[in-house]
């Protein structure tokens, strides 16, 4: 009995050493799974600040951005307002530069904000390249983005020929205080301006935003009945405009020249409420712009500004190629 007793016990024991052994491993795996890996080492460490982080035309700059910076070895941050507000995308900068990055590359909205912002920045040794919009005269290292004021130029040739010298145009533009939009609206008024029968009629602005684009376009046509074409200087103006166009049954007789090609002006391109649009590269952009910076901090020269391909298309000419500068995925 004493012996049964004993062996029993030994048993126990050494059942409950193996199972505590087995727990304690267990338990120290999982440890470690959920443990953060150790920080990887990055060559270079670069912020992107647009204007509006959640635009898909953005979202296409930083796409390219974090292609270039995965190939290359570069930790990017894309920060920034998540709707457009100029004073919160200044803020966002400055706090980048503050942290000490490698470098910075931004849209300089306005040249008179943008041009002491870039100097001070460069002044603490940040290097700074301007995307989609430039400030020349600041000491930007170099700017990679579309010929903005040759861009409303085209858009102004195709509204020409395509209503044969006849129209009554009302604009909307995404901003009044942005370069490239004005930029982009002088190009165009440049274009027409030798038409006798082209007016220009109304000008406002959509804020980055597809709904005031729709509601500017609505009062547009109750206040100038006789405006039968439009054109929207950025890439959520068309949108709106197109679906005033559309609830009102005015597609045959109105005219809509947009920007960019976002899913939506896609599908209203091929339903024929839009006629055409003025493409950029938003992907080539944000890819260049990280090579244009490793290639400076590497004592390399670079270009002191790239004009990306800028194009109006048509119906017709749909899909574009090639789709990385078009094919927004969400
Ligand atoms: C412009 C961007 C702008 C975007 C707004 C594009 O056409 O190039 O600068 O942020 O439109 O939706």
């Excluded at 700059?61 to 307002?81: F, I």
């Excluded at 849209?107 to 940040?126: H, R, V």
Aim: with cysteine; charged share 25%; aromatic share 10%.
């Amino acid at each position: 009995m004493k012996r049964l007793l004993y062996g029993s016990c030994i048993l126990l024991l050494s059942v409950s050493v193996t199972l505590s052994i087995y727990f304690t491993f267990k338990v120290l795996a999982i440890e470690a799974q959920s443990k953060p890996m150790s920080p990887k080492k990055y060559d270079y460490h670069f912020v992107l600040v647009p204007e509006e982080l959640d635009n898909d035309y953005w979202r296409l700059v930083e796409k390219g951005a974090k292609d270039a910076a995965k190939e290359h070895h570069v930790l990017l941050e894309y920060v920034g307002p998540a709707q457009a507000d100029l004073k919160e995308q200044i803020k966002t900068i400055e706090r980048s530069a503050a942290s000490r990055v490698d470098g910075l590359l931004t849209q300089a909205l306005n040249e008179k904000q943008f041009t002491p912002l870039i100097n001070k920045i460069d002044l603490q040794g940040i290097p700074v390249i301007t995307i989609d919009t430039d400030a020349p005269k600041s000491n930007r290292i170099a700017y990679i983005g579309t010929n903005n004021y040759y861009s409303g130029f085209i858009a102004g040739l195709a509204l020409a020929k395509d209503l044969k010298g006849k129209a009554n145009v009302a604009i909307i533009t995404g901003r009044f205080e942005a370069s490239h939009q004005q930029l982009r609206v002088q190009g165009f008024k440049d274009a027409v301006k030798n038409y006798k029968g082209i007016k220009v009629i109304a000008i406002e602005e959509s804020n980055i935003s597809r709904v005031q684009a729709a509601e500017k376009t609505y009062t547009i046509l109750k206040e100038h009945p006789e405006v039968n074409a439009f054109f929207g200087t950025s890439a959520l103006d068309g949108i709106g405009i197109a679906k005033v166009i559309q609830q009102f049954h005015r597609e045959n007789s109105t005219y809509i020249i947009s920007f960019d090609v976002l899913p939506e002006t896609i599908a209203y391109l091929k339903e024929g409420v839009i006629e055409a649009t003025v493409v950029q590269e938003p992907y080539e952009m944000g890819y260049q712009a990280i090579k244009m910076m490793i290639a400076h901090l590497e004592g390399k020269r670079i270009a002191n500004s790239i004009y990306t391909e800028t194009k109006v298309v048509y119906r017709k000419d749909l899909p574009l190629v090639p789709e990385r500068n078009y094919e927004v995925r969400r």
